[in-house]
């Protein structure tokens, strides 16, 4: 499943435009402890988290994660998504929570 | 005769030491006001709004303050809860106020604070809520919450 | 879904509150930052998270939440665990799954997500 088909799956709002849309994703990952996200996370996954400090950015360029997810339809600052977008990282969001978001999400790459 | 309980209850007034890094102190008092509430039998939702001001609050005094006070008093006709402490001080208290704004350090984020919403969530549960702040000498912060509905 | 149940579901060990499993859970909530779950929690949810500090016991307390389970296989120093018995009979597990399978797992089998209503 790719993070266009994701979003549009789930009803997510991309706030980093056309960035990384293509991006294959292979696994999710939930947690808001930036160093634990260092530790644990694959390549090509969808990072949930309500972190929404700018070092969610270098975590998820170190990581190669494929998008970072936002739930509960929490607000970001401007300066975070152009950097992401400058970044080439796909920020997306959602109104449901953290809990249900990691739930759909594990639905959907089962599906596949 | 009909006696109305409150009238002869005494104000209770409830007081912890909080020092500087002692991050416990937050939760433990957080958890001991609750406890006393629910043993006066106040309303569950008024509980949780006073004990997450508590913990927040204390949590602000530990992680920022070189020491200071948490006191609670209580009243039949609300409940106030005060932090007064000695230490940096809010340069700008709008700007803290706003919901992401942080100065903690990574420490204090991988312990799962310091995410900036400490005071937004305060300033949620009170019904009033008075900061008085002077950098380099310390903040009082007084909220409270009254027992009547919002 | 009892904790018993989750707890056999998830292959999670019980580090303390074995006497309270029989306790019913309809909702959850994820999170790893004590102010999100202070602001966000509902209450009588179950508590999913990679915090194992002391803070994470109180704060459960304080949004009374029914039961805490730790993933990633985390758990709280033996010290926290004693004083947990001593002062408080909230259930807490501890599982390998990681958060979001942990999530994915619970959601597929009917828990809803917690909401907070009032406050």
């Given amino acids: 499943m790719k993070v266009g088909e994701l979003a549009s799956a789930l009803g997510l709002e991309v706030l980093t435009g056309n960035v990384n849309l293509d991006r294959t994703i292979q696994s999710g990952y939930t947690s808001d402890l930036l160093s634990d996200v260092i530790a644990n996370i694959e390549e090509d996954a969808v990072w949930i988290t309500i972190q929404r400090h700018i070092n969610i950015l270098g975590v998820a360029k170190l990581k190669d994660i494929a998008a970072i997810l936002i739930p509960n339809n929490l607000q970001l600052d401007q300066e975070v998504i152009d950097k992401a977008r400058a970044e080439s990282i796909a920020i997306l969001r959602g109104r449901n929570t953290a809990f249900e978001l990691s739930g759909l999400l594990y639905n959907a790459l089962k599906e596949v | ?150 | 879904m009892t904790l018993r149940e989750i707890q056999a579901y998830l292959g999670a060990e019980v580090l303390c509150g074995e006497g309270q499993l029989d306790r019913e859970v309809h909702e959850a909530f994820a999170c790893d930052l004590i102010s999100e779950m202070l602001a966000s929690a509902g209450s009588h949810m179950l508590l999913i998270t990679s915090l194992t500090n002391a803070h994470v016991i109180h704060t459960a307390e304080v949004i009374d939440a029914l039961g805490v389970i730790f993933v990633g296989g985390r758990r709280p120093a033996e010290d926290v665990i004693e004083i947990v018995k001593k002062n408080s009979s909230i259930p807490i597990l501890t599982t390998k799954c990681q958060m979001f399978d942990c999530c994915g797992l619970l959601f597929a089998r009917g828990v809803q997500a917690d909401r907070k209503d009032s406050l």
């Avoid at chain 2, 409830?14 to 043993?39: C, M, P």
């Avoid at chain 2, 995410?115 to 969530?121: D, E, F, Y």
């Fill in chain 2, 1 to 150: 005769m009909a006696v109305d309980t409150f009238q002869f209850t005494p104000k209770i007034n409830l007081e912890f030491a909080i020092r500087e890094k002692d991050f416990f102190v937050a939760g433990e008092s957080a958890s001991r006001v609750k406890k006393t509430l629910q043993q006066l039998g106040m309303q569950q939702e008024i509980i949780k709004r006073v004990a997450v001001i508590i913990y927040e609050a204390a949590m602000n005094v530990a992680i920022h303050a070189s020491h200071g006070m948490l006191r609670v008093f209580i009243s039949p006709e609300a409940i106030t809860i005060e932090t007064d402490d000695a230490g940096g001080g809010i340069p700008d208290v709008d700007l803290a106020m706003k919901e992401g704004y942080s100065t903690a350090t990574h420490e204090i984020r991988e312990m799962g604070f310091g995410a900036g919403m400490g005071l937004p969530n305060i300033r949620q549960c009170a019904d009033e809520l008075k900061i008085d702040s002077k950098v380099g000498v310390g903040t009082l912060l007084q909220a409270t919450v009254y027992f009547t509905n919002r």
